[in-house]
């Protein structure tokens, strides 16, 4: 008797797609979130602390603003992809057997 291997399930170029870009915008958002942390605990030494060179602060601050806003614009892409894959990503047990 001769075992014939299961096909695997293909998947489409969509759902491909969705699920690249949502591990992506994962990552993103914790590397958003670590900068976000660390440039937020920076800003607080200061306050205790103020840097040698005020120039450094206001650059810290850039930088956690402008992590928000990523994080931000980040959120919303998520969003979108999530009701993109509502809409056009059959679910499993919808496709056809």
């Known amino acids: 008797m001769r075992l014939v291997p299961e096909r695997p399930k293909t998947v489409s170029p969509q759902a491909l ?3 690249t870009t949502s591990m992506l915008a994962e990552d993103l958002s914790q590397r958003l979130t670590a900068i976000l942390m660390n440039t937020q605990a920076l800003l607080r030494t200061f306050r205790k602390t103020p840097p040698a060179d005020p120039e450094i602060q ?3 601050t850039d930088v956690s603003h402008d992590a928000v806003g990523a ?3 980040l959120h919303q892409m998520r969003e979108a992809l999530a009701a993109l894959a509502a809409h056009r990503c ?3 047990e919808d496709e056809p057997a």
Do not use: E, G
């Open 71 to 73: 994080a931000k614009a």
């Open 90 to 92: 059959p679910r499993v």
């Open 58 to 60: 206001a650059v810290i």
């Open 17 to 19: 797609y969705l699920t």
